[in-house]
């Protein structure tokens, strides 16, 4: 009975130690450049050899420059070994993906692009609930956040040909995005090894284990800062332009890496998220070629501003709509 007890606390400790020796050899191999291609290599591959070598680049992107790796001081998170790095002044950690007791993934996370730790905690997930609730029961009710919704709703109405456009031509490219993938889709299979690349490394892979509150809100988090705002809202500013542009290439690589080419049956489950997000960056869209006509047109900068910020009200509300159905999605459905 002895020997059993102790086996027992043995074993798993045994199994920690080797995880550990395991990514620090690969954390090591990694810094000396032997897991990871150089971007020259990708862009000059045949296109044979590129899908590989640039899925390999987005799993084993290239140490930056005058990192320096601390593998003294492993912390283990299932199976996710992190080791204190810096580059210069900029702190962060090396994580190393583990599976099949080999590392699948080993990148460089400075600390100001991880989420921020609140984020994951239940609370947050409780308060994002509570205001969600809140803001439901207010587009219900006489107030000022209804009036708004009303506002954005009758902008559509009266620019309904501009908008079809607007949703036509992005949704257009997503769609064609998709059916290209068909024809090549180990090359889609990297592009959507690059995204999840991203993705995991700003710890979005860590809230999936933490509940479709705190889920749900970290995506919306997520979705509304890097999305909406920063690369929805503030280009709209200029004219609408410079979003229009940048949606039209993102919907093109958002259908490529997202196609049912590669996802099959889930594409199904998934379209839901897929149809509230991207009208949310379809609306920053409009609005911001709204912006344009009522400037052009003479109706000056500031009238054509409120109709884009009423597009970004209204997108922020298909955000949040997507957030609850991606988190319960992938929580419950996948």
């Known amino acids: 009975m002895r020997l059993l007890a102790f086996l027992l606390v043995l074993f798993p400790w045994a199994m920690a130690s080797s995880s550990v020796e395991l990514a620090r050899q690969a954390a090591e191999a990694w810094l000396a450049g032997k ?27 290239p140490p930056p420059r005058g990192l320096s790796l601390n593998l003294d001081s492993p912390r283990v998170e299932g199976n996710r070994v992190l080791f204190p790095a810096a580059v210069g002044d900029e702190v962060g950690e090396v994580v190393v993906v583990l599976e099949g007791g080999e590392a699948k993934r080993v990148y460089f996370r400075p600390e100001g692009l991880a989420l921020p730790g609140y984020l994951l905690n239940p609370a947050s997930g409780w308060g994002f609930l509570l205001l969600s609730l809140f803001f439901g029961f207010l587009l219900f009710q006489p107030s000022p956040f209804r009036a708004w919704l009303l506002e954005a709703l009758a902008l559509l109405r009266a620019y309904r040909g501009l908008y079809l456009f607007t ?78 542009f940048l949606n ?3 919907y093109l690589v958002f259908g490529f890496a997202l196609s049912p080419a590669l996802l099959g049956a889930a594409f199904l489950v998934h379209l839901p998220t897929l149809l509230l997000e991207l009208q949310a960056y379809i609306l920053v869209t409009f609005g911001g070629l709204v912006l344009l006509a009522k400037t052009a047109g003479g109706e000056g900068y500031r009238k054509g ?11 922020a509300l298909f955000l949040l709509l997507a957030a609850w159905y991606e988190a319960w999605e992938v929580s419950v459905l996948l």
């Open 248 to 250: 039209a290439l993102r």
């Open 305 to 315: 501003l409120r109709a884009l910020l009423l597009t970004f009200y209204l997108g």
């Open 35 to 61: 897991l990871s291609p150089r971007l020259e290599e990708v862009l000059r591959a045949s296109p044979e050899e590129a899908p590989k070598l640039l899925e390999r680049y987005a799993l084993f992107p």
């Open 167 to 244: 949703n036509l031509f992005l949704y257009g490219l997503f769609a064609l995005g998709s059916l290209l993938a068909y024809g090549m889709p180990e090359m889609a299979r990297a592009v959507q090894a690059l995204f999840g690349g991203a993705l995991e490394a700003i710890g979005l892979e860590e809230a999936t284990g933490k509940g479709i509150l705190v889920l749900a809100g970290v995506i919306f988090h997520w979705n509304f800062g890097q999305g909406l705002f920063l690369t929805g809202l503030l280009p709209a500013l200029l004219l609408g332009v410079p979003v229009f």
